[in-house]
């Protein structure tokens, strides 16, 4: 994308601008109508409407494009946005795997680039598990999973952001999913109470802050056990120490045994750092060792 967004821009742009153009960006939407999210360097900040023209042209379906003036903060993990091109608002239908998204990018929290991670985790579904689902969004996970387990038990999908929790319920409804996720609107940490000792797996996808729901992940999953996804965030050089470090933590204080069965380098989260998740499986030591 940056090449060719580049070469739209020779001769518009000169050369020490050019270098500065955005390496990469998000557009979320449909063939119909997309939204094009991108980073403008304050180098080239004076440009950017010629830059978000250039984008609508090499991508036709984008209908607005805006850029980011924060990072993720609050709650709710919005960035603040600058609409710089654009008509009709910001609501889109986003596809993906199959599934159909209707969200607004610019009031809740949804990245395309994780397409491929929801997948993979929701590949690890088994039938008839009761699945928690924590920080749900717009539903991306929890589509995900009713997709490719159609007969999953069910999932419950906790969302704190209201913008959110709306788009997770029209989202239910529109892939004809009602009984199957249940959308739940609040705090992990009041909700799930409800689930305690009732679910076979717990996803967790916020890389920074999940760690301060683990008590809530252990105590959802059944006496017998289960699997948790945790999602955090570790240095190019040492990516799943300090994660497998609170995991065995949490083992200890509730006085089961961990596995670790899977650990994977997920998306860039800052310079040199990077979001990973560790999927573990957790047993009660009175199973054996």
Do not use: Q
């Not at 570790?234 to 006085?255: H, M, N, Q, S, V």
């Amino acid at each position: 994308m940056k090449g060719k967004l580049r070469d739209l821009l020779k001769g518009v742009l000169n050369e020490n601008e050019l270098k500065y153009v955005p390496s990469s960006f998000d557009i979320v939407g449909s063939r119909e109508k997309a939204i094009a999210i991108l980073e403008i360097p304050p180098e080239i900040y004076r440009r950017k409407e010629v830059i978000a023209e250039a984008l609508m042209k090499l991508h036709k379906n984008v209908k607005t494009v805006v850029i980011k003036r924060s990072p993720r903060k609050g709650k709710y993990r919005v960035r603040e946005f600058e609409v710089v091109l654009g008509e009709g608002g910001t609501e889109v239908i986003h596809r993906e795997h199959g599934s159909l998204i209707k969200l607004d990018p610019l009031k809740v929290y949804f990245s395309p680039r994780e397409a491929t991670e929801r997948i993979r985790v929701a590949s690890k579904v088994r039938e008839g598990e009761v699945v928690m689902l924590m920080f749900a969004g717009v539903g991306p996970y929890a589509l995900a999973i009713a997709r490719e387990c159609p007969r999953v038990g069910k999932v419950i999908a906790i969302e704190i952001n209201p913008y959110a929790y709306k788009y997770l319920e029209e989202n239910v409804k529109l892939n004809s999913l009602e009984g199957k996720v249940i959308p739940v609107l609040g705090d992990v940490r009041d909700k799930c109470k409800e689930w305690y000792g009732k679910c076979d797996r717990v996803i967790m996808p916020l890389p920074k802050g999940a760690y301060w729901y683990l008590d809530e992940a252990f105590r959802c999953l059944k006496p017998k056990g289960g699997v948790i996804h945790f999602y955090h965030w570790g240095p190019e050089d040492d990516l799943f120490t300090e994660a497998i470090d609170i995991i065995r933590d949490y083992a200890e204080k509730y006085g089961v045994k961990v596995k670790i069965l899977d650990k994977r380098k997920v998306l860039p989260y800052a310079p040199r750092i990077y979001k990973v998740c560790i999927e573990f499986e957790v047993r009660p030591l009175s199973n054996g060792p």
